[in-house]
């Protein structure tokens, strides 16, 4: 949505998705290299300007200092004004990877605008956003972005039959996916007056 109105959005990938596939007769390397193409396709299919890969090993992501500074000096050379990641708040995140990038997402995004931090500009980001929020603050309105998030998600090919829990030759399987897709922004929207919506936990900095 942002990105079609003319805003330069950028992705950061964390972690490598060497470990994103459960057909183990698959090189690492291999699945790495797959979801990285798979990365690349998604941005494209939402505009996005670009796709940065930090290249963490896949499932063993933890908030170091050097991560944060990693994300630090992303943010500075980026300067963005708004940045979006995982809540590190949220109860019962089962995900490693999801859990450590909030928090790292969370500290970066305050020593980013501390001058005395590492050697780089400093950048103070305005809004830190966080999705899958414990306690949502905002809705965004997506009503007319729910096809290209559908496309965009189908990009992911490798993860059909681990996260999204059907086969690639499923339709029915594919078909109840998107059922259940579709109506989860369904219900967040309506509650706020539109058609589908997305939840935020939106933080001025």
């Known amino acids: 949505k942002w990105a ?5 959005v950028a992705r ?42 930090l290249g963490y090993p896949d499932g063993e992501l933890v908030a170091s200092e050097e991560a944060v500074r990693a994300v630090v000096e992303l943010i500075r050379q980026l300067r963005p004004e708004i940045v979006i990641g995982h809540d590190p708040w949220r109860l ?41 929020a414990e306690e949502p603050n905002h809705v965004e309105d997506v009503s007319e972005w729910m096809g290209a998030k ?7 090919e490798s993860q059909f039959s681990s996260a999204f829990r059907f086969d690639e030759n499923d339709s029915d399987g594919q078909a109840q996916f998107k059922q259940w897709f579709t109506r989860r922004f369904a219900l967040v929207g309506q509650a706020a007056g539109f058609a589908y919506g997305e939840a935020f936990r939106r933080i001025f900095v």
């Not at 079609?4 to 330069?8: E, I, K, L």
Request: hydrophobic letters at 40%.
């Open 4 to 8: 079609a109105g003319g805003t330069a």
């Open 12 to 53: 950061v990938v964390a972690t490598d998705g060497s470990k994103g596939s459960h057909d183990i007769t698959v090189a690492a390397a291999e699945v790495a290299a797959r979801r990285e193409r798979e990365q690349r396709a998604s941005a494209e299919v939402l505009g996005y300007r670009d796709v940065h890969f």
């Open 92 to 132: 019962y995140q089962l995900h490693p990877d999801h859990r450590a990038v909030g928090e790292i997402v969370r500290d970066a995004v305050w020593r980013a605008g501390e001058p005395r931090f590492y050697e780089t500009p400093s950048w103070k980001p305005a809004e830190l956003w966080l999705f899958h």
């Open 150 to 156: 559908w496309e965009a998600l189908t990009r992911h």
